[in-house]
């Protein structure tokens, strides 16, 4: 039932102008292949808690294969994705998983993705590009294989190296 209530975005203009006209409000949009079940299951997540964040965050969805304009630039190829933008401005969170751009697994604690969508209007408010998803809980998003391998350690170390 999500997806039939919230919004639909049939078109790279309309995404753009979903964008574009929010001024004060965070424009949160799942992008992903609305019959995906896993995209179902987010939707109906989100309808949820649309009444509750309504005063500061406006939701909508956008099916990629209707609308494959932005698949490329937003890297879109999981079958749902989250991604904010306010006042024109694409917003990153640092949920500990490397990927900084969107959120791409299904989350279906409600207060959970209320507190990450609180968080990340607050920090766009102050003028943060990136925020840091709340309540520490961003190494629960970790692959496993970066909590057991070291890679983001190793990483860094070479980053930090190839600046000398």
């Known amino acids: 039932m999500g997806s039939i209530v919230i919004p639909h975005l049939n078109s790279g203009w309309h995404v753009d102008q979903a964008i574009l006209s929010e001024e004060e ?3 949160v949009i799942r992008f992903g292949r609305d019959a995906d079940p896993s995209c179902m299951q987010q939707d109906e997540v989100l309808y949820r808690i649309s009444e509750r964040v309504k005063n500061f965050a406006v939701i909508y969805v956008c099916d990629i294969d209707q609308v494959p304009d932005f698949n490329q630039m937003y890297e879109l190829y999981d079958p749902c ?3 904010f933008f306010f006042r024109n401005k694409h917003m990153m969170v640092d949920f500990g998983t490397g990927n900084n751009n ?3 697994w299904v989350l279906e604690d409600k207060q959970e993705l ?9 920090g766009a408010k102050k003028g943060r590009g990136l925020v840091v998803s709340p309540k520490g809980k961003e190494v629960n998003y970790a692959p496993p294989s970066f909590l057991t391998t070291g890679l983001i350690s190793s990483c860094a170390h070479q980053t930090a190296s190839s600046h000398w």
């Not at 209320?114 to 607050?122: K, Q």
């Open 102 to 104: 969107k959120l791409n």
């Open 81 to 83: 994705t989250i991604m």
């Open 25 to 27: 409000r965070l424009v």
């Open 114 to 122: 209320i507190d990450i969508i609180e968080t990340v209007y607050r």
